[in-house]
T-cell receptor
Framework: AQSVAQPEDQVNVAEGNPLTVKCTYSVSGNPYLFWYVQYPNRGLQFLLKYITGDNLVKGSYGFEAEFNKSQTSFHLKKPSALVSDSALYFCAVRDVQSSASKIIFGSGTRLSIRP | KAGVTQTPRYLIKTRGQQVTLSCSPISGHRSVSWYQQTPGQGLQFLFEYFSETQRNKGNFPGRFSGRQFSNSRSEMNVSTLELGDSALYLC?????????????FGSGTRLTVV
């Protein structure tokens, strides 16, 4: 079975500081990994994905994530946070090996950037 | 190109009624998936349709059903509504089945059951 965990319900960061939103996953095979962001009363917006290749993935709005197979993690990072980054962030995973698998989402982490 | 369109945006229904939600995917996308989002349960997968066939189904009761038309538009139906069905229902469109390369989400339909 596949699962994904976001251990922090909320992350608070001062504007200009680096930010990290954590994500760990469990799949029986290889993973496809995704990060999405959700603003109030909106759907989810795609930020970045890891399918294969370079472990460091760059995405939209200056975000990046590092795939770490040994630690089964895919943490989202940004070198310098903006107030406009405040939103709800979701990590998602799909098991490549399973033909019947679907994308499942973590519980979400609320990111709050203070001016 | 146009994004994923969900209608209506907001809906208020009474317990016991039934409701139909609509989703038009991005042009050329053949996969449509539906998710239920609630504060307590997060994002829960309902089902996926690909080329008019249901490819995958989540753990929801039979009151939740869906279909996909030949133009890839999808509808989701919930019968005999319960208070617990109040949620944001999100539709996600994808070029490949099972969202292999990621989804594009609509803005959602906010369903309130009273």
């Amino acid at each position: 079975a596949q699962s994904v965990a976001q251990p922090e319900d909320q992350v608070n960061v001062a504007e200009g500081n680096p930010l990290t939103v954590k994500c760990t996953y469990s799949v029986s095979g290889n993973p496809y990994l995704f990060w999405y962001v959700q603003y109030p009363n909106r759907g989810l917006q795609f930020l970045l994905k890891y399918i294969t290749g370079d472990n460091l993935v760059k995405g939209s709005y200056g975000f990046e994530a590092e795939f770490n197979k040994s630690q089964t993690s895919f943490h989202l990072k940004k070198p310098s946070a903006l107030v406009s980054d405040s939103a709800l962030y979701f990590c998602a995973v799909r098991d490549v090996q399973s033909s019947a698998s679907k994308i499942i989402f973590g519980s979400g982490t609320r990111l709050s950037i203070r001016p | 190109k146009a994004g994923v369109t969900q209608t209506p945006r907001y809906l208020i229904k009474t317990r016991g009624q039934q409701v139909t939600l609509s989703c038009s995917p991005i042009s050329g996308h053949r996969s449509v998936s539906w998710y239920q989002q609630t504060p307590g349960q997060g994002l829960q997968f309902l089902f996926e349709y690909f080329s008019e066939t249901q490819r995958n189904k989540g753990n929801f009761p039979g009151r939740f059903s869906g279909r996909q038309f030949s133009n890839s538009r999808s509808e989701m139906n919930v019968s005999t509504l319960e208070l617990g069905d109040s949620a944001l229902y999100l539709c996600a469109s994808s070029l490949a089945s099972q969202g292999t390369y990621g989804y594009t989400f609509g803005s959602g339909t906010r369903l309130t059951v009273v």
